[in-house]
């Protein structure tokens, strides 16, 4: 027997918000890299913030991903489920909820090291 999935909505206006936090992220880990990694060499990157860099940019570039997929592909299940219930909002399982609060953390985690180690600062002027 299937278990029948638990879906959830978030409100359409702070879902584009983590979406537009993670565009940020994803300009900045971006710009940092090309910056970066323009004035050393390879065999040196293992001595910089370049790893640090690199692993940040994974998990932002990870997490873009699965919101985008998450927005602009439903499955032809979450797709009836919105048109039968007449929902506004995203819809979410439980999963995709557990995934983007893991990924929210693990972002801010890796800020928080770029900050703590190489005093890289996400903040955009």
Do not use: C
Not at 69 to 85: A, G
């Amino acid at each position: 027997m299937q278990k029948k999935v638990q879906y959830y909505t978030m409100v359409f206006e702070k879902f584009m918000e983590i979406m537009s936090n993670n565009a940020s992220d994803y300009y900045v880990i971006s710009q940092l890299l090309k910056e970066t990694i323009g004035d050393k060499s390879v065999e040196k990157w293992e001595e910089t913030e370049i790893p640090d860099l690199m692993e940040t940019f994974v998990v932002v570039r990870a997490f873009r991903d699965i919101l985008e997929n998450k927005i602009n592909h439903p499955t032809k299940e979450e797709t009836e489920f919105i048109v039968k219930h007449n929902i506004k909002d995203v819809l979410l399982t439980e999963e995709d909820l557990m995934k983007i609060q893991g990924y929210v953390m693990t972002v801010q985690e890796q800020k928080n090291i770029l900050f703590s180690k190489h005093n890289l600062d996400f903040t955009l002027h």
